[in-house]
């Protein structure tokens, strides 16, 4: 199957940074990219969805400004976490999907922790 | 509302026995319904597509429009099949995924 991969594996930061998240899709173009936020042990939570080239859409209750998405090539969507705080603390997952079919492949995720 | 529901939180069962893992759905249109797995420490890796009729790892899943369900099954279960379960409906809308809330089955020796 296809390769998406998160950079970085996991990541801590002091409160009131920001943080950029990367995917990339290694062998296939991606025209649109997912964000997913995962807590311990529960479901993984659309953040937003992004189409190469327009500005992402966000899932309700996500804050933009906060959660910066930028899609600007058909293989690297970024997720910048602006002025983390101990709340933001979380996995974050992007999946990927190409246009010629319906199955999203993952990347293995980010592990962000805000000190 | 699109929502997707798996009941239970945490599968206990032995090694051999039967497994079924539920999973319901709310949606108007036709669903197209997947069945993801995440093994300790591993990415989420789909497992199997209910257009696609398979079986992967032993496992089936049907879809019942009446019920509107798509549970998981697995005659025989294995150690190696302990990992958390999400069932996922994709709402035809670019591709988004909505998902359950993740069942973890353990298979004890």
């Known amino acids: 199957g296809a390769v998406v991969s998160q950079h970085p594996s996991w990541v801590i930061c002091k409160s009131g940074t920001s943080v950029k998240i990367e995917c990339r899709s290694l062998d296939f173009q991606a025209t649109t990219m997912f964000w997913y936020r995962q807590f311990p042990k529960q479901s993984l939570m659309l953040m937003a969805t992004s189409n190469e080239g327009s500005k992402a859409t966000y899932e309700q209750g996500v804050e933009k400004d906060k959660f910066l998405i930028n899609h600007a090539s058909l293989t690297l969507s970024t997720l910048t976490v602006t002025s983390a705080h101990p709340e933001d603390s979380s996995f974050y997952i992007c999946s990927a999907q190409g246009l010629s079919n319906t199955e999203a492949f993952f990347g293995q995720g980010t592990r962000l922790t805000v000190v | 509302a699109q929502r997707v529901t798996q009941p239970e939180k945490l599968l206990s069962v032995f090694k051999g026995a039967p497994v079924e893992l539920k999973c319901n759905y709310s949606?108007?249109?036709?669903?197209?319904l997947f069945w993801y797995v995440q093994y300790s420490r591993q990415r989420l890796q789909l497992l199997l597509r209910h257009i696609s009729r398979e079986s992967i790892k032993g496992f089936t899943a049907d879809l019942n429009k009446g019920e509107t369900s798509f549970h998981l099954k697995k005659p025989f279960a294995q150690e190696e099949d302990s990992a958390m379960y999400y069932c996922a409906l994709n709402n035809n809308q670019g591709g988004k995924l909505i998902f359950g809330q993740g069942t973890e089955l353990s298979v004890k020796p």
């Open positions: 949606y108007s249109g036709s669903p197209e």
